[in-house]
């Protein structure tokens, strides 16, 4: 007996949402408010931003995931966390602090 076409395709639909790729956490931080200006994509946490010429830059951030932001290099506080798209990063205190980010 074979199975139904709809429990193939809904089995395969179920393994490419389940990869790890695509669940793994990503955020764009911007310059700018309302996701303007220039942008850094991260998938990996950055203890400095600096790195990336994004220290004391970031206005607005999209998120896939949970992310923490960090006022101060490694991680140190004070910090927010962001589980969705963020158009005024002034809104959780944290306007051009960013110094840190990481998946959270």
Known sequence: MTRPAWIVAALAA???TASPAAA???ITLYSA???GGSSVNLDR???NLD???FNDRAQSARVHGRWLLCAANDFQAPCATLNHDTPRLKDYDMNRRA???RPN
Request: glycine fraction near 6%; charge should be positive; avoid cysteine.
């Open 14 to 16: 179920l393994t490419l």
């Open 99 to 101: 110094n840190s980010v």
């Open 24 to 26: 793994r956490p990503w």
């Open 45 to 47: 946490p950055v203890r």
């Open 33 to 35: 408010p309302n996701y």
């Open 51 to 53: 790195r990336y010429g």
